[in-house]
């Protein structure tokens, strides 16, 4: 009995030679792509087997039949064959094609069991065999198209079939065939079942679509962007602290390589060393979705840095879809020869000194998994066999594979740009000489490791960390430690470090952050706060451009703005403009406004001791000498005598003085330089009416509006960037002494008041000279008494200072020293030596990182490092109108106007940030044209 007509085993036979003799042409011709291109094709005529069915009566096959059982005789024995050299050829791929050779085997033998017609109790085993066989293809093969339409004809065979004869079996047949088509055609995700041999088979016809194919529909699109399974990426921003200082001499191999199980589950674990314009070290691991990657990727990063101390980075997730996998890469594969090695290989060393520096797209990629424990207690008794003349090497191997062995594979990756085809070559000749020298030092007692090519589609096998095969390593046999020389950041561990761990919210009101805790070189997470008592006592900031101090001071600032209402704020800029745009304040004044009003003279309490402090500052910040000062105290008592009052000009005060010389004269030594002085420098500068008009003693008001807003709890931005050296000394000295004047003496360590001073050299450098007699050092020499009084003064008002600026030694010593509190970014020598005297801190000092500066505590005694916080500007937030010059600009992309207050174009949306400091220079051409056409009136 048979359950097919002679017909339908025609065209089985037919079907099957035909496409089998095909397979073994290509297997012949395609000797580099044989093996893949056979079992492409063996897999097309299995699936195609039940597809054609004729139902004609044919004579053919009685007349043929003889010749047909020797022809699938001899297919048979060919087809088996070229599966056995297959086997052989790659027999380090057993495992991952076992499957399809068994199933294309026991289909082989079911149908030649059907052609030589054995008895009829062996057919019912052999079709449940085929069936079987049949569904395992359908799941293991890659489906594209073509292959779904195969899978469609072979169940609507099937259900032809069963019209014919129905019972149990068939009916069992005709379900299971329905149901594997029916996931095989709705459910992609059997594509990550693939076994390896298949990939290139897949890349191929993917590529041989894409020339045939100009345009892409979108639907094909959405099919290559599916998301097949996802891979967290660790990112190495920031090499490990030096091994002189952290690890010590005596540390163990094993507990400073990477070379581990991090997770104790024999997890595959994969690094890529990236080499271009900037070098990349990056871990990655693969997870079957986003939560599980998100997991191992946080898991992974934590586990890293706890083990090496300084060692940062960042964890991202990367999903991998169909077009990533198959993407067209070019690899070599690093091939270890079988151990044991007889010495140690640095290939981690050698590959950053070849490339980190070249400009050569490279990369280097390591994967590894712990070995099985039978795997272990074979090779280790492998070492023990061996034959050593000199007991002490024997020793070395053995103690060589005691450690946790792992399977790992090496790729190189490589990218060349070239498009004419002989520099191509060139070129590709000369990286893979470089290539060649890494294996150099990787060998055993008789050979190298080789430089191989590797077939298409392994882009796949490392996306999956795929690691069927490869070779076996100890952490003693290859230097896959973190080197030293990684072209990273290099961390530097602070000595003496004091910090107090309170933990405290970010929002009470009472503490100011300031930015995230350092430990050991890595930036962390936890917050730190300073309580607000601890800027009464003054506060030094200190960095080079660029390092992050800006930031600082605004977090500050805005900080106070939001917890302390009641602290007023006054900033005084005296650095580059538009520096308000950082800061969160309720009113903006820039210099030349109405409302910037700054009196010299306010009586006060004591009307002597404000006369003598006037004449005091006057004197020092326009570089006179001291015997002018006693001659301005009576020129002013005179102008009290006469009229009751002073000059409302400045300007009319010092005409007067300069009379006063003339009525009085000194030796001519010192007579000729003073009158000079005056003439020359003083009544020249105070010939700008803008500077007179904000100086000036006005009846109305004798408190400026911007001084008692200040008081009050008012956060006030001062505009000095305008302003000459000489302005910028005299309007702050009157600014000081408007504050001594004015303020009272408040319990001693409330803070009431601060005063902030950017770029403070403009006002508080040291004389560059000691010359006596040079009115630069008068004036320097003069205004350094003054603030060190200042700094010691203002405290029993409730007022401290905070300062900062790009090189400390060149201020006051008073502005170095009294500070309680110190915060240091990034300085050079000799301000290093000025702030620390410890030699390795002072080293420390010049190699921190941008953002990150050294927190000197006196109050407390805390030392410690922080990292400043990210400050996102958007627009200035000021609660009043900003009191500014509103003058029209053009936006450079689209020309329309736009204020030289916005950040962007209102009609094009671009950027205007850079047209700032453009404006900011017109307004001050036009300053200095008004002030010219003044001093000619």
């Not at 450690?403 to 000749?429: A, C, G």
């Amino acid at each position: 009995m048979s359950f097919f007509s002679e017909n339908f085993w025609l065209s089985i036979i037919i079907s099957v030679t035909l496409i089998s003799l095909i397979s073994v042409y290509y297997w012949i011709t395609d000797k580099k792509e044989g093996i893949n291109s056979l079992m492409k094709y063996f897999g097309v005529s299995i699936l195609m087997l039940f597809i054609f069915k004729v139902y004609e009566d044919l004579i053919l096959l009685k007349l043929l039949s003889p010749f047909i059982i020797i022809i699938i005789e001899i297919e048979f024995i060919v087809i088996l064959i070229a599966l056995c050299v297959n086997l052989f050829l790659i027999r380090k791929n057993f495992r991952s094609n076992l499957i399809l050779y068994f199933h294309s085997i026991m289909v082989l033998l079911a149908f030649h069991i059907f052609v030589v017609g054995l008895p009829d109790m062996f057919i019912t085993g052999t079709l449940i065999i085929t069936i079987t066989s049949v569904v395992i293809s359908i799941i293991v093969i890659p489906f594209d198209e073509e292959y779904k339409l195969i899978a469609f004809f072979i169940g609507l065979s099937l259900f032809f079939y069963t019209s014919i004869i129905i019972d149990v079996l068939a009916l069992a047949s005709l379900i299971l065939c329905l149901v594997s088509l029916t996931i095989a055609i709705s459910n992609e995700s059997f594509r990550n079942r693939l076994v390896s041999s298949y990939q290139t088979i897949a890349l191929k016809l993917s590529n041989s679509k894409s020339h045939r194919v100009k345009e892409v529909e979108p639907k094909k699109m959405k099919k290559n962007n599916k998301i097949l399974f996802w891979q967290a990426r660790v990112k190495i921003s920031q090499g490990v602290l030096s091994k002189n200082i952290e690890y010590g001499n005596e540390k163990k191999e094993s507990e400073i390589t990477w070379l581990k199980d991090f997770f104790s589950d024999k997890h595959r674990y994969g690094l890529e060393l990236k080499s271009d314009k900037e070098f990349r070290w990056n871990f990655f691991l693969k997870a079957r979705d986003e939560k599980t990657a998100r997991i191992l990727g946080e898991a992974l990063l934590s586990r890293i840095t706890s083990i090496y101390p300084g060692l940062d980075g960042s964890m991202e997730l990367k999903p991998i879809t169909k077009q990533k996998i198959y993407k067209n890469n070019q690899f070599w594969e690093i091939q270890l020869p079988k151990p044991p090695y007889m010495e140690k290989f640095t290939i981690i060393n050698d590959f950053i000194n070849l490339f980190h520096r070249s400009d050569k797209k490279v990369k280097l990629i390591i994967m590894w998994k712990r070995a099985d424990n039978k795997k272990v207690k074979k090779f280790r008794e492998k070492v023990g066999n061996l034959k050593f003349k000199d007991e002490d090497e024997k020793k070395r191997l053995l103690a060589m594979w005691q450690d946790e062995i792992f399977r790992v594979r090496i790729y190189i990756h490589y990218q060349i740009n070239q498009t004419d085809p002989l520099l191509k070559e060139q070129e590709l000749q000369t990286l893979e000489g470089k290539l060649k020298s890494l294996t150099l030092s990787c060998r055993n007692n008789k050979k190298a490791a080789q430089l191989k090519r590797v077939p298409l589609g392994t882009q796949g096998n490392i996306q999956r960390v795929n690691l069927i095969s490869g070779s076996y390593l100890t952490s003693k046999c290859v230097d896959f430690n973190v080197p030293e020389n990684i072209p990273l950041t290099k961390p530097f561990k602070l000595e003496n470090e004091n910090i107090k761990h309170i933990p405290i919210s970010e929002s009470d009101p009472n503490h100011i952050l300031i930015g995230n805790y350092v430990n050991n070189g890595r930036s962390t997470k936890r917050k730190i706060l300073l309580h607000k008592n601890s800027f009464a006592q003054s506060l030094l900031i200190a960095g080079q451009q660029g390092t992050g101090k800006t930031y600082l001071l605004a977090q500050v600032v805005n900080e106070f703005y939001t917890k302390k209402p009641d602290v007023g704020i006054l900033i005084l800029n005296l650095g580059k403009g538009n520096q308000e745009i950082f800061y969160k304040v309720d009113k903006v004044i820039k210099f030349g406004s109405s409302e910037f009003r700054v009196p010299y003279f306010h009586k006060g309490q004591y009307l002597d001791r404000s006369l003598q402090e006037t004449a005091n500052y006057l004197i020092a910040s326009l570089g006179l000498k001291n015997i002018v000062e006693k001659n301005m105290v009576n020129v002013m008592n005179s102008f009290l005598n006469k009229k009751g009052k002073l000059p409302n000009s400045l300007k009319t005060l010092f005409q007067n003085l300069l009379k006063y010389f003339e009525q009085y004269p000194y030796h001519v030594k010192f007579q000729t330089n003073i009158v000079r002085a005056i003439k020359n420098r003083v009544l020249s500068l105070l010939s700008n009416k803008i500077l007179t008009d904000t100086l000036r003693l006005k009846p109305d008001t004798a408190v400026p509006t911007w001084f008692t807003d200040w008081q009050n709890g008012k956060k006030i931005f001062l505009d000095f960037s305008m302003c000459t050296i000489y302005e910028k000394r005299l309007l702050t000295s009157a600014i000081f002494q408007l504050i001594r004047v004015l303020i009272p003496d408040r319990e001693a360590g409330k803070l009431k008041n601060i005063i902030l001073i950017d770029e403070a050299h403009q006002i508080l450098e040291k004389p560059i000279t000691n010359n006596y007699d040079d009115d630069d050092f008068i004036s320097r020499e003069q205004l350094e008494k003054i603030f060190n009084e200042l700094l010691r003064e203002f405290r029993s008002k409730g007022l401290s200072f905070i300062l900062s600026d790009q090189t400390p030694s060149r201020l006051f010593d008073c502005v170095t020293t009294l500070p309680s509190l110190k915060i240091i970014f990034r300085v050079g020598y000799p301000c290093n030596t000025t702030m620390l005297g410890n030699p390795v801190e002072q080293e420390f000092l010049m190699c921190q990182k941008n953002r990150q500066a050294l927190i000197l505590n006196g109050i407390n005694g805390e030392k410690f490092i922080i990292e400043t916080l990210d400050l996102k500007v958007d627009k200035p937030e000021v609660k009043e109108e900003m009191i500014e010059s509103h003058d029209k600009i053009l936006c450079p992309y689209c020309g329309k106007p736009a204020k030289d207050t916005d950040l962007m174009c209102s009609n094009c949306s671009e950027p205007l940030v850079s047209e700032l400091l453009d404006s900011q220079n017109r307004f001050n051409l036009e300053f200095l044209e008004n002030r010219k056409k003044s001093e000619v009136k």
